[in-house]
């Protein structure tokens, strides 16, 4: 523990007093960017660092990483070098601990998760959305929930939790969708419930509002950049491509619905964000957004979110 960077010893101090770290299967952030050089999340048994751009020698660097990921109670470690922010994938990117798991599991909320490597920058899960999953559970019961860009379907497995009647988790990538599935089906929730569809979002709104389909809460959670696929190869950028989706998702919302819309776009403040959901029509709710150990002193929030309700 002496020989790990002050700064990391106090993040994980301080993650010490808010968090359980003893609990095996537990997800924490770690560091967040108390050192910009990397973050660090906990994935159970496993922490998984994000490395930015480092002077030091890689085998002086995995020493800490080995140390660190024992001080936070983990075994293994994974490290993903963003040299690029992780734009360009190359190989060579990634190392990990000498017995590191490809496959494993953690719990978020009560929720048992498959995390792998191999698959991306991220194992599986983004965990600065913990809170706003947590309020989809809360807000769900009873009702029919579309859950756009749904990745591993983290918040569609939230609604399911929460009771929701059905679930549609969307995402243009039929890969992450069949994982969704895997996780859907290790928490006893792969029901009648739910349905995936490996669509655009955009088109997939569209047709709901051509056949009369409608919610009472979407989640709206897109990418900054992502590319289309099958008869749709658009991409969709966040500044230029949220307005007009959230606009439609308003026109397939039950009479008091709701849209959770939130994105991590750099170029928007979270002030900036919100005034062009509100420029959309309706009232602004504030979410829960990042939990404290997804924020940083003097580091602006990357996570944006908040809560449209139409009018
Ligand atoms: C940032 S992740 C979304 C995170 C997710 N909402 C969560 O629960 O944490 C982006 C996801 O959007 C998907 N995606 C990108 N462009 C898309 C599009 N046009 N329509 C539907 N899904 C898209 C990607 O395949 C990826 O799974």
């Not at 591993?152 to 995402?171: I, P, S």
């Not at 569809?197 to 955009?202: G, K, L, P, T």
């Not at 099958?230 to 950028?237: A, D, E, L």
Request: glycine share 10%.
């Amino acid at each position: 523990m002496s020989l790990l960077p002050t700064t990391w010893q106090d993040a994980l101090a301080h993650r010490q007093r808010h968090f359980d770290l003893q609990d095996p299967d537990m997800c924490v952030r770690l560091l967040h960017g108390e050192d910009p050089s990397l973050r660090c999340d906990r994935f159970g048994s496993v922490c998984w660092f994000y490395e930015y751009a480092t002077g030091q020698p890689a085998a002086a660097r995995q020493l800490l990483y080995e140390s660190f990921t024992r001080a936070a109670g983990a075994r293994h470690w994974h490290v993903h070098a963003m040299r690029d922010r992780g734009r360009h994938p190359q190989p060579g990117q990634h190392t990990e601990s000498a017995d590191a798991p490809r496959s494993w599991r953690a719990t978020e909320n009560q929720q048992l998760f498959e995390l792998r490597a191999g698959t991306g920058q991220s194992p599986g899960l983004f965990l600065d959305q913990r809170d706003n999953r947590a309020w989809v559970r809360q807000h769900t019961q009873g009702a029919r929930i579309l859950n756009l860009f749904a990745y591993t379907g983290g918040f569609g497995l939230a609604a399911l939790a929460g009771g929701a009647l059905e679930v549609v988790q969307v995402d243009v990538s039929p890969p992450y969708l069949d994982w969704a599935r895997v996780n859907a089906a290790l928490n006893g929730l792969d029901s009648d419930r739910v349905q995936y569809s490996a669509v655009d979002a955009r088109l997939l709104v569209a047709g709901c509002r051509r056949k009369g389909r409608r919610f009472d809460g979407i989640i709206c959670d897109p990418p900054s950049f992502g590319r289309g696929r099958g008869s749709n190869r658009r991409v969709f950028r966040v500044e230029q491509d949220l307005e007009e989706l959230v606009r439609e998702c308003r026109e397939i919302l039950e009479p008091g619905g709701w849209v959770l819309v939130s994105c991590n776009f750099e170029g928007w403040t979270q002030a900036r964000f919100e005034s062009v959901v509100r420029g959309i029509g309706g009232t602004i709710e504030s979410a829960p957004g990042a939990g404290q150990d997804c924020q940083a002193a003097g580091v602006p929030p990357l996570l944006k979110s908040c809560v449209l309700r139409p009018a």
